[in-house]
């Protein structure tokens, strides 16, 4: 499956749009990361339990809305956008969405 946050694959015109897909996840990160967090933001540096947090959060989303694809018989989704987003109680927890345009190539 090709994945691609452009309108077109080079070389592979569209033959079919076969519609929207989407995929969603929502991730909690614990009160121990907020902690090592909230450490790092006071001595500086990078977050990396928040970064894998972000990165798993993001391959779910991604893996979601490629699976929906393929049920649909597509070779390739474009267009993809990402968004990420607090929700919850004092924003604790992360909502990321992926969406793009199932196609046939």
């Known amino acids: 499956m090709i994945l691609s946050t452009t309108n077109n694959i080079d070389g592979k015109p569209v033959q079919d749009y076969l519609?929207?897909?989407?995929?969603e996840t929502i991730i909690g990160a614990n009160i121990f990361k907020d902690i090592f967090a909230g450490i790092r933001d006071i001595v500086g540096g990078r977050s990396g339990s928040y970064e894998r947090v972000l990165r798993e959060?993001?391959?779910?989303?991604?893996k979601e809305m490629t699976d929906n694809a393929m049920r649909m018989g597509a070779d390739a989704v474009i267009g993809i956008d990402l968004d990420y987003e607090t929700v919850g109680a004092n924003g604790g927890m992360l909502m990321v969405t992926a969406s793009g345009t199932a196609v046939k190539l």
Request: proline share 0%.
């Open 57 to 62: 959060a993001k391959d779910t989303a991604l």
């Open 19 to 23: 519609g929207l897909v989407t995929g």
